[in-house]
Each structure stands twice: as structure tokens, then as C-alpha cells.
């Protein structure tokens, strides 16, 4: 059995879209766009090198339209919602603070880094939960 470019590239790009549903790296979706587009390029007999050619562009340019989209959008008023994050408000106790302003707090059965984001000299002592900087809790009084 032979397989045409087509055939090729719409494997390939399903291999891509299995492993980004492996990993949950959005990224390899848009890199399996490209290899879609090149597909394409291959059924309306375009040669090798224009089928490379679109599968760059496209996947290239899906990349770099996804990452400065991404960029643009400002995460920050989530970080401290109740609604988005359920630990926002819980209480914790901090029983000393390093210099650089960050602890290690135990909450909800694990041991936590906590960085100090309220107004004033950090305490030690029982502290709000005012936000979540990736695995990092913002404290406050």
C-alpha cells in the first residue's frame, strides 16, 4: 500500500493533535493547523517544497498569533476571585517569615509557599488568603 503526501501529512498531523491531548500543550495544535494546511496543499497537487511551505506558514503564524493573544490577556483580576479560586479568603497561620519576604504555610494538608502581599511589615501569625501566583499563595492580613 502507498500512501500519498496527503495521507502523510494528515497522520502526522493527527500524531500531533494524540500528543497535545497527551501533554496539554495547546501549542502542537496549532503546529497540526499547519500540517492540516500542508495536507490540503498536497490534495490540490501543489509540490513538496509549497506543501512545507504552507505547513510553515500556517503553523508558524497559528503559533505566533496563540502566543500574542495569550499575551494580551491579563490574568491578574482571577488571581484574587473568589469565584475562580475557592482558597481566596481561607485563613492560614504563619509562624515566621524569611527576610525575602516568603514563608512555607501548611494548608490543606500541604506544605505551602507563601509570599507576603499585604500592606506593611509581614508578621507572623494568622493570615488571608488574598490570592494564587501559580502554585505560590498570596497572603494579607
Not at 5 to 32: H, K, S
Request: charged share 15%; proline share 3%.
Amino acid at each position: 500500500m502507498e500512501w500519498s503526501a496527503a495521507t502523510g501529512w494528515w497522520v502526522a498531523a493527527g500524531v500531533l493533535v494524540a500528543a497535545e491531548m497527551a501533554t496539554g500543550t495547546f501549542y502542537l495544535l496549532m503546529l497540526a493547523l499547519g500540517l492540516a494546511a500542508a495536507a490540503l496543499a498536497a490534495h490540490a497537487g501543489a509540490g513538496f517544497s509549497t506543501q512545507m511551505l504552507a505547513a510553515a506558514l500556517v503553523g508558524g503564524g497559528a503559533i505566533v498569533a496563540w502566543h500574542l493573544w495569550r499575551g494580551r490577556r491579563v490574568n491578574a483580576p482571577l488571581a484574587g476571585n473568589r469565584d475562580v479560586n475557592l482558597d481566596i479568603g481561607e485563613r492560614v497561620q504563619v509562624s515566621a517569615w524569611l527576610p525575602d519576604g516568603s514563608t512555607r504555610v501548611v494548608y490543606r494538608g500541604c506544605e505551602w509557599t507563601a509570599r507576603y502581599a499585604g500592606e506593611g511589615e509581614p508578621q507572623p501569625g494568622e493570615h488571608v488568603i488574598r490570592g494564587v501566583d501559580g502554585n505560590r499563595l498570596l497572603l494579607g492580613r
